[in-house]
């Protein structure tokens, strides 16, 4: 299929992209899976609160058992009552972990690039060179293609372009290595480098 590759002096041309890669239909329910599974292997389980052992309470009996006319009770570190322990407490050890198959994953990534560039927010550029560190340059380039809220993904990262971008808001540079499914729908845009966009051929075939 063929796709339009923008410049930086305002011309557009022509380029063969895979079909494979960047035509595929939607399909919500796998996107959805493959993003909920990369969320929840990305937490840490730190979480932790106190079982019923583990509070610092006398094991005193409260009352007697009989005579009172209230209901029996025991120690103070019941989870029924205030400042008690908890029931069924979170744990560290917690398993967050979802199992995505490698094809499946693969799958998600494509139809979301697909969807993208259906919708017009995936550009193609011959490449995002920036010759000097500088903030303002980079800064430049992207009013040059009117783009705001953007992911730039290359074939490789630079020191010029990772220094001159890190401290601009709602700007995102990855390679092709790090593509995830968040970072591709959480951007308003997406822009990819010619060179990027024949390496994920490669990968996602």
Known sequence: MEAKCIGFDGTTSEISISASVFGRDYNETLVHQIVTAYMSNARRGTRAQKGRSDITKSTHKLWRQKGTGRARVGAASNPLWRGGGRIFPSSPQENFAHKVNRKMYRVGI??????????????????????????????????????????????????????????????????????DPISLLKHNHVLISRGAATKIEELLK
């Open 110 to 179: 494509c139809t979301i690039l697909s969807r993208l560039l259906s919708e017009n927010r995936l550009h193609l550029i011959e490449e995002f060179v920036v010759n000097t560190p500088k903030t303002k340059e980079f800064i430049n380039k992207l009013r040059t293609l009117d783009l705001t809220n953007v992911l730039i993904i290359t074939e490789e990262i630079d020191n010029n372009l990772y220094l001159s971008s890190r401290n601009v808001p709602m700007v995102g540079v990855i390679d092709v290595s790090h593509i």
